[in-house]
């Protein structure tokens, strides 16, 4: 099942790009349209939901996940994306229900975690965000998206040698990223430590990330 609504993201995703504006708006017309005549086909109105998102109408795709939920409270893909929908309309106390609701189905699911890890963050549940993230890097030893989300977290908290540890472990599963080696950067020109981030830059560029990409912060070092 996991599998299932990770695809029916990635599908979003890919649906955003290849489809304009107003060829989402055509297809909320259409699906309205098919919505009414079969209103038990919760596959329009999951498809309608998708459209909205890629529209920006998060308020209408809650709304068709909901319906949805009504008459099937264990579609996962609908709580996944009302969550998603629940946080962008910072309903956030709604959108950890619906996180937790879909991790209890389907509890190894790392976007679910971390989605729920971010809504948390924003309830002002510092406590409960870390055990998630600690969670999260737990289950999924092998994630970059684990690590560097709990780095981020990290940083944010100003726990610096606890963020340089994670920022390494995201590097080292992903070694040629360089937003990952500019985040890192980042914490080590805060402690002060220019040598040690310039070293970091210089490693990345070694493993084949391009020098003008990190231009910037070559500069900061000096």
């Known amino acids: ?40 086909k919760l596959e329009l109105r999951l498809k309608k939901a998708e459209a909205n998102i890629n529209l920006q109408q998060y308020e209408y795709a809650r709304d068709e996940y909901t319906a949805v939920l009504k008459k099937d409270e264990r579609n996962l893909a609908a709580l996944y994306f009302r969550a998603f929908c629940q946080t962008q309309l910072r309903q956030y106390s ?11 189905i389907q509890p190894e699911h790392l976007e ?29 030893p092998d994630s970059t998206d684990a690590y560097a989300a709990r780095a981020a ?15 390494d472990e995201a590097l080292r599963l992903s070694p040629k990223n360089a937003e990952l080696t500019v ?7 805060r402690l002060g430590r220019k040598k040690d981030a310039r070293e970091a830059l210089d490693k990345a560029v070694k493993q084949g990330v391009n020098r003008a990409v990190l231009r910037e912060w070559y500069a900061k070092c000096k």
Request: net charge negative; glycine share 2%; proline share 1%.
């Open 112 to 140: 679910a975690r971390l989605g729920l890890a971010h809504v948390l963050q924003l309830l002002g549940r510092k406590t409960d965000a870390a055990d998630e993230l600690n969670r999260a890097v737990q289950m999924f």
């Open 153 to 167: 977290f990290e940083t944010q908290l100003q726990q610096y040698d606890a963020a340089l540890y994670d920022w």
């Open 1 to 40: 099942m996991r599998k299932v609504v990770m695809i029916a993201a990635m599908f979003v995703a890919l649906g955003a790009a290849a489809q304009t504006s107003k060829q989402w708006r055509d297809s909320v017309s259409v699906l309205i349209e098919q919505i009414n005549l079969h209103p038990e």
């Open 94 to 104: 709604f959108a950890r229900a619906d996180y937790e609701a879909f991790l209890a």
């Open 183 to 189: 985040s890192k950067v980042d914490v080590l020109l």
